[in-house]
């Protein structure tokens, strides 16, 4: 068997590069799948905090599944299932330099329908489906995150954009 | 069917060049892509991870703060339950304490009935916890003891020990003074570092550090028992000092030698019989004024 380099986290070099790997997508993960009326920022920090108090029972390989599981739960503790509703950048850079007024009037009103679509979309297929199409993580990265299959990760993913697709063209 | 896996090869990010050009093909392409375009900007802001990790330290060392002051409430319990155990220590071993003040004798009986009569003005003190396993006491004054049969029973003053083993005795300790009268069995007096047995009506006088050697008496107890002083051959300060003791009175002397030898006894009932007891034999006179009395040649 090989040996372990390190039994637990509680050195600070290893703490702290734990959370350049991790903090970010946290974060992202509890901003798809709660919204930002409860600040994943500081659910992240806290997470952290939660896991730097527990540092001498995590194993680095643990260390983001507990992070994963505690951010999640803070959340729960907080959230009494309102609707989530992800914002998007509204100072978006000019791609186009011959923007016609309807253009920008359609544009407008296309990330509205995504907005409203995103937020009907169920928990579990938005995290799924943002996590893969914003974060650009692969389905087997997702799977362990979510704690599922692959296949199911591909099923909410695919899901995800087929309601979306109807959602925004009936709207 | 073909469309549907093309999407989620898609979606894996796992087309290659050939099935990327079939995608292209498709009618949703233009759609798809617009879709994701407008995904990216539902993009949580970036963590700047060196601000949120100092902002973490900051906590973390706050929170560590945090559970010193948890520390704060227990060490209040444990300093509670230090002074409880330490008083409760205290309290067992500590000595029992007898004193007298002017013109008040005392009567105490002792663990083992042992009976401790004790003058005016005078200390005494023994633990009773420890009383089975060795007999002592401490001794600051005068007392007389009637000491009951059984192990080594020991007086401890400042001017020396005495060690018995049953018996009647009397011991003064006062300023100067070192005096211990035997009345029944034997009594062992040390001081420093001499030692001597007494025998019934031998005593053993320290005057002034001095070893006064005296004639046997034939009493059966010390006078003051009886409420009255008695003195032989003592220096008039000895007489003044108890007189002090007995009567709450204080003493201012004139052209007196206080070291004249005074043979004699007063009264602890009457003052001014008392007085003219130890004044009339000297040819002093005194005169009176609340408690303060000073003596003249007449």
């Known amino acids: 068997m090989p040996k372990k380099l390190h039994n637990n986290i509680c050195e600070e070099h290893l703490f702290n590069s734990l959370f350049k790997k991790h903090s970010q997508d946290l974060n992202n993960f509890l901003h798809y799948k709660f919204g930002e009326r409860l600040n994943p920022k500081d659910k992240t920090q806290e997470a952290f905090i939660k896991l730097w108090e527990n540092c001498k029972k995590v194993t680095p390989e643990k260390a983001k599944s507990f992070l994963f599981t505690i951010g999640n739960n803070l959340m729960l503790n907080e959230t009494k299932h309102q609707k989530v509703v992800l914002k998007y950048q509204q100072t978006k850079p000019k791609h186009y330099t011959n923007e016609t007024p309807e253009f920008v009037l359609e544009e407008k009103q296309y990330m509205k329908k995504l907005q409203i679509a995103l937020a009907n979309l169920s928990e579990a297929q938005r995290v799924a489906f943002l996590m893969n199409r914003i974060d650009g993580k692969k389905h087997k990265e997702i799977a362990e995150v979510l704690g599922i299959s692959t296949k199911a990760v591909e099923k909410r993913i695919y899901g995800a954009l087929k309601k979306l697709r109807k959602d925004i063209s009936e709207l | 069917m073909e469309r549907e896996v093309l999407i989620k090869k898609w979606l894996s990010n796992n087309l290659n060049s050939q099935e ?19 995904l990216q900007d539902f993009k949580p802001q970036e963590l700047e991870s060196d601000i949120e990790l100092e902002r973490l330290n900051i906590a973390l060392k706050t929170k560590s703060k945090k559970q010193n002051n948890w520390l704060k409430p227990f060490m209040r319990i444990a300093a509670i339950l230090a002074i409880c155990i330490g ?13 007298t003040e002017f013109a008040q004798k005392e009567n105490i009986v002792l663990p083992d009935d042992s009976q401790v009569k004790l003058n005016a003005k005078s200390t005494l003190a023994f633990n009773k916890k420890s009383w089975e396993d060795a007999r002592n006491l401490d001794l600051n004054g005068e007392a007389y003891f009637k000491v009951a049969k059984g192990s080594k029973f020991t007086v401890h003053t400042t001017a020396g020990n005495i060690s018995v083993l049953g018996t009647e005795f009397n011991i003064n300790n006062r300023n100067n003074l070192f005096e211990v009268i035997c009345y029944e069995g034997s009594v062992k007096v040390e001081h420093n570092k001499t030692s001597r047995i007494l025998k019934p009506g031998e005593s053993f006088l320290i005057l002034d550090n001095k070893l006064v050697e005296r004639p046997k008496t034939d009493d059966t107890s010390p006078f003051w028992i009886n409420n009255e002083s008695s ?23 004139n052209n007196i030698d206080i070291n004249e030898v005074f043979s004699g006894s007063f ?12 004044t009339i034999p000297l040819n002093l006179a005194y005169t009176k004024n ?4 000073s003596l003249k040649r007449e």
């Open chain 2, 20 to 38: 990327f050009q079939a995608f292209k093909q498709l009618e949703d392409f233009n759609e798809l892509t617009r879709l994701n375009a407008a």
């Open chain 2, 87 to 99: 008083s409760y220590y205290y309290t067992t071993t500590l000595n029992t304490n007898i004193a």
């Open chain 2, 231 to 253: 003195f032989k051959s003592m220096p008039y300060a000895q007489v003044i000092a108890e007189f002090e003791r007995q009567y709450n009175v204080t003493f201012s002397v």
């Open chain 2, 267 to 278: 009264a602890h009932n009457n003052l001014d019989i008392a007085l003219q007891a130890i």
């Open chain 2, 290 to 293: 609340n408690n303060k009395i």
